[in-house]
């Protein structure tokens, strides 16, 4: 796993130019307890493929996360983004505006690895991330 974080790591400076960061610590958690640190209701239904505590500078990935699996090699990577947002103090409006960036490169990430439809794998669309990153009640 250490050799994956450091390559993601590496990938998301020579795309940012931000500096590097320490490798976050790594958890592993059900959907349950990630929509809970999430702030999310724990019934709330969502299923989560990684979660980023910016408070704790930590990654959850769920139980099931596999390293073969693109679409959650490409979660750990959106984390990753966070965290090294994080780590660099990158201001933003509000803290969902930070998720535009890390959609952005794992969109460039995901064609890079040749998925000709990175939306489609990770199922969302450019919709949803507008709403997830856009800035509501001063948050």
């Known amino acids: 796993m250490n050799a994956l974080i450091a390559t ?11 500096a590097p960061p320490a490798h976050p610590p ?8 990630m929509a809970v640190l999430s702030g999310a209701p724990e019934n709330s239904g969502l299923e989560f493929q990684a979660l980023y505590s910016r408070e704790q500078g930590a990654i ?4 099931e996360w596999q390293p073969v ?3 959650q090699k490409s979660a750990l990577l959106h984390e990753l983004v966070h965290h090294v947002q994080r780590a660099n103090n990158v201001e933003a409006p509000c803290v969902a ?5 890390a959609y952005d490169l794992q969109m460039k990430w995901l064609r890079e690895q040749g998925v000709e439809d990175p939306y489609s794998l990770i199922g969302t669309n450019e919709l949803t991330i507008y709403m997830v990153s856009v800035c509501r009640d001063g948050s």
Not at 8 to 18: N, R
Not at 97 to 101: I, K, L, M, V
């Open 8 to 18: 993601y790591i590496a990938w998301i400076i020579a795309q940012t130019g931000f």
């Open 97 to 101: 505006a930070h998720e535009r960036q």
């Open 26 to 33: 790594i958890h592993f958690a059900t959907s349950a307890e």
């Open 69 to 71: 699996n693109l679409r």
């Open 60 to 63: 959850y990935l769920p139980h």
